[in-house]
């Protein structure tokens, strides 16, 4: 006769059963990220099925394979922890791609993946998978931003302080606008000693790409040093890359957090465009711009961004230029020589719907913004020996009349 141990098991296991609800199988955790493998079986489907899991805020799916495209579709729904509800199903976004170069594209443990999906504290998930033949691999990453190591080691990022790749000095005459508010990395948390490698510098930085992280718009600003982090991780944990890959990243309230580590001031070698990753900046919108419209205070904060960092090398932001692509990406050919506005969207370098219509409909507004934004804090020219000094400017009404229309008057520095 079986156990009273033994049946209370049978009848556990039943009982999830009947639910829909399995355990976590052949899963593994490390440093705020749960990784839940997804059976083998049919090439062009591939499911989970709805399980408990440790809590998580974020999640993504990746396979083993980081050069290969996910040819079709993948869908999550999760249960939240605080309702116990189950949400609706929700797509993730597949253009992703690793680095062409440099130690995110070099190291050993390099995944290919979705974009992750921030889902606030949950506790359960369900996945499916279909499309062509589907990569080798597949596993669900769930990421705990508010968990993992407590051993987190930090360091500030200021400007002026020199560091290895050497601070960049404005180009004479830059149109100089004002350095942005930035929260710094040791202020949302990133965890230092997950960055194996020294950040890689580049030459300069030629054009700023605009992103937006996909996923949800149903955060609240409170929490966007949480989905930060939770980025940050599954961008070193799940993908297998060095560190986050943008360089900034602006939440729904204009709040401009620090990205990839190296100084904000300097031409570091980031991981956002295929292709167009050297010499080139990012920054990238906390949601899903597909959906959702921006504000005045996100296409603020993006244009300050945008004309603080181009300003430094003396460069209009609503100019263009021409790059050349490091990589076939579906879109150009390597060694192509493309045209790009200076502010340019991640779709305008490789074939995605990032930075999604509404905010890429926003990338003139963006561009007109930051243009200003550098010419009311340039430096006045001093007056040649033995002449009157010229006289005052007048005021811009017309600048001033235009921020206060917007509700931002005070954020772009003069």
Known sequence: MPSPLLR???????????????????????DGVYTVRVPDGDPHKRSLAPRTTEPFSLVGVTWADPDAALDGTAYVRTRSRESGEWSAWRALDTDVRPPESGPDHDHSGVRGGTQPLWTGPSDGVQVRVSGGRLPKGLRVELVDPDGGSDAVHTSVVEPGVPEPGGAVEPAPGAPLAGRPTVTSRSAWGADESLVKD???YTTGTQAMFVHHTAGTNDYTCAQSASVVRGVFLYHVQSNGWNDIGYHFLVDKCGTVFEGRAGGIDKPVLGAHTYGFNTATSSVSVLGDYSTATTNAAVRASVAKVAAWKLGLYGLDPAGTVVLTSGADNGKYQAGQKVTL???????????????GQNLYDDLPEIRSLAAKAGTLVAPEPKPEAGTEPAPEPAPEPEWDTELAELGIEGVLAR
């Open 8 to 30: 209370t098991a049978v009848a556990t296991a039943l009982a999830l059963g009947a639910l829909g609800l399995t355990q976590p199988a052949r899963a593994s955790s490390s």
């Open 198 to 200: 020294p950040p890689t």
């Open 341 to 355: 506005n200076r502010i340019s969207g991640h779709r305008d370098g490789s074939p995605t719907e990032c930075p």
